[in-house]
């Protein structure tokens, strides 16, 4: 939702969604553990239930309001060639009067969204490595009528070890997951009834009286990915370079996230003189060992939670019970299902520090997403509101109130280094952009300000015990953040060394 955000489109998402706010699990009827989503600090503290269809279609609205962009349909990838300055691409299309049109052209880039049948990738050579899972599950959306008390929620039941999920979509629309059992009777002889047969058994002793089936499909379970996103100026994304089980909801959010992580970075190479083969190959060192935990999480969810397994209904409800009675617990888990937990530790765009406040300037672990403040005086207005241009840095500069005078000098230093950093890569587009923050407390102190505002022009004005409390800010030493276009740190210093915000950009971009 942060990425729709930054993209100016959340409105519509919210608008539409369904709101989900716990995961529930019952055991014989029994409810035995809650998770909640609202200790999150965010606006989007829940999870957003769409169909991807839906999805598709605002991001083409989108595509096409925008940049005038529409998405072409009956258009079929056949071959490319992948050259050192461009991409030759051959496709077919099936026209509107049902005759096949043959094109070919050229391309600075070609990235590879489709699927888990990937023709970019097969074409390639990339190996798809991984297993499938023998059991098969049954996928069915109906039009529902249930008494569960949870029913707004995440749902996974468990009774006689089998297991149900009951995932609400909206208006009495819910999608049910089961599983078939790894019997040696074919899916195939499987009907809807009988699963609907099974997962009211499963929900009783709630009722579960289906009023429609509005689809219904059985499918087994992969868990594969590629070693490598991108070979020259083809690229992968979502299914194509990964592919898990439904378990834990990450589907579509990973292959968004790995779009996001590359476009910026494609770009800061086209409008910015960044260096192609560092920040090209930083996608894959970044996105691959998140597709990696993917698969190893939402495995698990599937085989511990989510199978029919006799030998764990003794203890699955005892694991969840056990680990939602924590704190820290129900806030990783929470963290973990909306992408919190999502860390970038690695590579030429992430300098590692300490990590707390006595061996680093900031509590945020390089690497990791970069949370929301609210500014003072500003009409509401966020600091992740500022991200709204996923193209561009932000540099952050934290400046305690008091004695402000005293780093005059490291002020115009960072000026200094700022200006430098704008002449050599300002582009087509802006490169980043400054905010200087310090403490709402003082924002009447005139000469304090009369001396920001000299050096950078606006001040942001914040409170100070959430900046403690969120990024580990004291009152003794002034902080430089550099948040990635993406909303992640990239580097955390003190003021006094200003100096090495252009040393950490200079790995990854060309003078």
């Not at 190959?281 to 029919?308: C, H, M, Q, W």
């Not at 403040?373 to 009409?379: A, K, L, V």
């Not at 509101?385 to 561009?392: I, K, R, V």
């Amino acid at each position: 939702m942060e990425v729709f955000r930054n993209l100016g489109i959340v409105d519509k998402f919210l608008e539409e969604a369904f709101h989900a706010l716990t995961f529930n699990f019952y055991n014989e009827g029994q409810s035995v553990a809650q998770f909640s989503l609202d200790q999150l600090d965010s606006p989007y503290a829940a999870i957003f239930v769409l169909p991807q269809a839906r999805t598709e279609v605002i991001l083409g609205e989108y595509l096409a309001n925008t940049y005038g962009i529409k998405v072409e349909r009956n258009t079929e990838l056949l071959d490319f060639e992948n050259s050192q300055d461009k991409v030759t691409v051959n496709i077919r299309k099936i026209t509107s009067n049902g005759r096949e049109k043959m094109e070919t052209m050229q391309v600075k880039y070609l990235i590879g969204c489709d699927g888990a049948h990937s023709t970019t990738r097969k074409k390639l050579g990339l190996q798809f490595e991984g297993l499938s899972i023998k059991n098969r599950w049954c996928f069915m959306d109906v039009e529902l009528v249930t008494n569960l008390p949870t029913r707004h929620g995440f749902n996974i039941l468990w009774k006689g070890g089998n297991a149900l999920l009951l995932i609400p979509m909206g208006n009495n629309i819910y999608r049910i997951l089961i599983d078939s059992d790894s019997s040696n009777r074919s899916h195939t002889d499987y009907s809807h009834e009988e699963y609907i047969e099974a997962a009211t058994s499963l929900i009783a002793p709630y009722t579960f009286d289906v009023k429609k089936v509005a689809w219904f499909t059985n499918f087994q379970v992969n868990e594969r990915k590629v070693k490598e996103y991108s070979q020259g100026r083809v690229f992968l994304c979502g299914d194509a370079a990964h592919i898990h089980s439904p378990g834990g909801g990450q589907g579509m959010n990973t292959g968004i996230q790995d779009a996001y992580n590359l476009v910026w970075k494609l770009a800061l190479i086209e409008r910015n003189h960044g260096d192609m083969s560092i920040l090209t190959s930083s996608y894959t060192k970044e996105r691959a060992p998140i597709a990696v935990d993917v698969l190893a999480t939402s495995g698990t969810i599937l085989r511990t939670f989510l199978s029919n397994a006799s030998f764990l209904s003794s203890i699955r409800s005892q694991i969840v019970y056990t680990l939602s009675s924590f704190a820290f617990t129900r806030s990783t888990v929470a963290q973990k299902l909306v992408g919190f937990a999502i860390e970038y530790p690695q590579g030429p765009l992430t300098v590692p520090h300490g990590g707390w406040i006595s061996q680093g300037p900031t509590s945020i672990k390089a690497g990791r997403r970069v949370p929301d403040i609210t500014f003072s005086g500003w009409e509401g207005k966020n600091l992740h509101d500022f991200f709204s241009n996923p193209t561009a840095f932000h540099i952050l500069v934290w400046v305690p109130p008091t004695n402000i005078s005293k780093h005059t000098a490291y002020l115009e230093a960072l000026q200094c280094s700022i200006t430098k950093l704008r002449n050599a890569y300002e582009g087509a587009t802006p490169f980043f952009e400054t905010l200087v923050i310090t403490d709402e407390r003082y924002s009447d102190n005139k000469v304090s300000n009369s001396l920001l505002k000299r050096n950078f022009g606006s001040i942001y004005y914040a409170n100070f015990d959430e900046l403690q409390v969120k990024f580990g800010f004291t009152h003794n030493d002034p902080v430089i953040l550099i948040v990635r276009p993406d909303g992640y740190l990239g580097l955390a210093l003190y003021l006094r060394n200003s100096s090495q915000i252009c040393e950490y950009f200079a790995p990854f971009m060309n003078n």
